[in-house]
Every structure is written in structure tokens, then in C-alpha cells.
């Protein structure tokens, strides 16, 4: 199947009948943020991901979705470098990508990575947001404490600063790795997996802090595991199984043809008092 090319993208702005946060139209005309011209990366003879055309818009808000194996921490991890590239272009603005570039992108890794029982506090943790490639990107002057302080603010995590962060709960860890991706002023952050193991109410809390951050105009990619969940709060999404299988809005691509293509199993999609719903199709002994 091919890769559905968007028509528009949205910035914030407007609500939409699902409960999404949609954005009003963006002209083609500006250069996108970031741009994968037929990207293939990854370790090994065999590429993680492959060809894959990808746009990302200044402000966007999207999510990636997809099975275990299928590449969506690659890709992320293929925009800032950290993963070879086998072929193919990445642009930022336009431009091949450089050193200076990735002090404009924040990365918030999957929790699951964290040493919890290194000795680290919340408010060092986000000041490491001031450190990059090995030198501090400037003194730690007093508009740097308050800029920090600031962010703390915003994240609701005023009171924690000494506290160590095994301490915190799992919305609360987001906050502080989040702080830290905000503190150099970034126009583009990626989360890998920002709700993975999160109960409801720190769901709630995580995806309000990223709504609130893209409408001041920074670009958020998540990937996530839970279909619903991206539908009622994600205005775009991108369905990856080592290459893009589609990519729209949720209420567009989050089909039958197009989740058995991408997760390789049946999946039931309908829809409940408005809202997309997607489970499992249940198997009996003897199917």
C-alpha cells in the first residue's frame, strides 16, 4: 500500500469534533522542518528501516505507530544521528543536517532506560539540557537558573527540586526528561514511547504538557503502542512496519487493510459515540 500524501498539515488551533487538537492549514510553500528522502538505516546488512519519505512541518504534532521490531525508535533515533544512515537524504530546513542542528532538537528517551539509582537530582536532571557534545552551551548564569526554574514551573514540578528522581512518579519522570528537552529552546522534540507503562491520570498529565508545548510551536513526534489512545488525542499519524505503510489523520488511515498491513494481524475498527476504536479480533479454539 502506498504512503498517503498529506494535502495539508496543521498547526494548533482549532478542536476538532473527536476531542483532537487540530491546527489551521500551513502552506506548502515553507520548507519543512525536517525531511527522510528515501531514508534506509540501521546496524546491520539488513536495514532497520527502509525508504522512507517523510515530512515533518514546523509545529506538527504526530504520532508514530507500529509493531515491536518495526523501526519506530530507529526512526527516531535516525533523525538525530544516532543511527547510521545506509542511503538516502536527511534535511533540516532544507539543508543536509549538522552538528549545530541537534542543539535544535530535544529527546526524551523511553523511561525503561533510565538508571533510576543514579545519583542525580530532578533539577540536574534538566539542567543536563544546557550540555552538549561535551561543553556546556554557556555558563550557568543567572537568566540560565531561571529559565530552568521556569521550565520546572510549566511542568508542575516546582517543590521537587532536590528530590532524587527514583522518587517521582511515572508522570513525573516524564515532566523531568521533558524539562530537560525544553531547556535550549528546541523546534522539534522526539518522545520515544512518553506513555509506556503510565497510569490514566499520568497519561492525562503527559499528553497535556505536549499539547501545551506544540501550541507554542514546537514540532512533537511520539511513537506509541496504544491505537485508541493516539486516535482521541493525535491529529496525525504514521503507520511504520520498517517502511511507512500510510500516514493522515487517525479518523483516515486507522482501518482494517491498513492496521492488518502494518501489524501483520486482524484488528476491528469501529466507531463509539464518535471516537475510533480499534481492538483485537478474537480468536476461539478451533479458528
Known amino acids: 500500500m502506498s504512503t498517503q500524501q498529506p494535502g495539508s498539515h496543521k498547526l494548533p488551533g482549532t478542536l476538532h469534533p473527536h476531542g483532537i487538537d487540530e491546527p489551521p492549514l500551513i502552506s506548502h510553500t515553507r520548507a519543512p522542518l525536517v525531511e527522510l528522502v528515501r531514508v534506509s538505516s540501521g546496524y546491520g546488512a539488513l536495514p532497520a528501516i527502509e ?5 515533518i512541518w514546523p509545529g506538527q504534532f504526530l504520532a508514530i505507530v507500529g509493531p515491536n521490531g518495526g523501526g519506530k525508535t530507529t526512526l527516531l533515533r535516525t533523525i538525530l544521528g544516532m543511527v ?22 530535544g529527546y526524551v528517551p523511553q523511561l525503561e532506560t533510565i538508571d533510576w539509582n543514579f545519583p542525580i537530582t530532578v533539577e540536574e536532571v534538566i539542567q543536563m539540557g544546557l550540555f552538549r557534545k561535551n561543553h556546556w552551551l554557556r555558563s550557568h548564569r543567572k537568566e540560565d537558573r531561571e529559565k530552568v526554574k521556569d521550565v520546572m514551573e510549566r511542568l508542575n514540578l516546582i517543590g521537587l ?21 525544553l531547556l535550549v529552546d528546541p523546534e522539534l522534540i522526539l518522545l520515544d514511547e512518553p506513555t509506556a507503562g503510565l497510569d490514566i491520570r499520568s497519561r492525562d ?45 487517525p479518523q483516515e488511515i486507522f482501518t482494517a487493510p491498513v492496521l492488518k498491513e502494518t501489524y501483520r494481524g486482524d ?21
Open 84 to 105: 547510521p544512515r545506509i542511503s538516502g537524504q536527511l534535511l533540516f530546513r532544507g539543508q543536509p543536517l549538522k552538528s549545530s542542528t541537534f542543539e535544535k532538537v
Open 161 to 181: 527540586e532536590r528530590r532524587h528522581i527514583r522518587e517521582l512518579s511515572g508522570g513525573q519522570h516524564q515532566g523531568v526528561f521533558l524539562g530537560r528537552a
Open 205 to 249: 498529565d503527559v499528553i497535556h504538557f505536549l499539547h501545551e508545548i506544540n501550541h507554542q510551536g514546537v514540532a512533537i513526534i511520539i511513537t506509541a503502542h496504544d491505537l485508541n489512545w493516539v486516535a482521541a488525542h493525535l491529529p496525525w499519524v504514521v503507520c511504520l512496519n520498517r517502511r511507512i505503510i500510510a500516514e493522515g489523520r
Open 51 to 55: 525508504d522512507v519519505d517523510l515530512k
Open 267 to 287: 484488528l476491528v475498527v469501529f466507531l463509539h459515540e464518535g471516537m475510533i476504536m480499534i481492538g483485537e479480533r478474537p480468536h476461539l479454539p478451533g479458528d
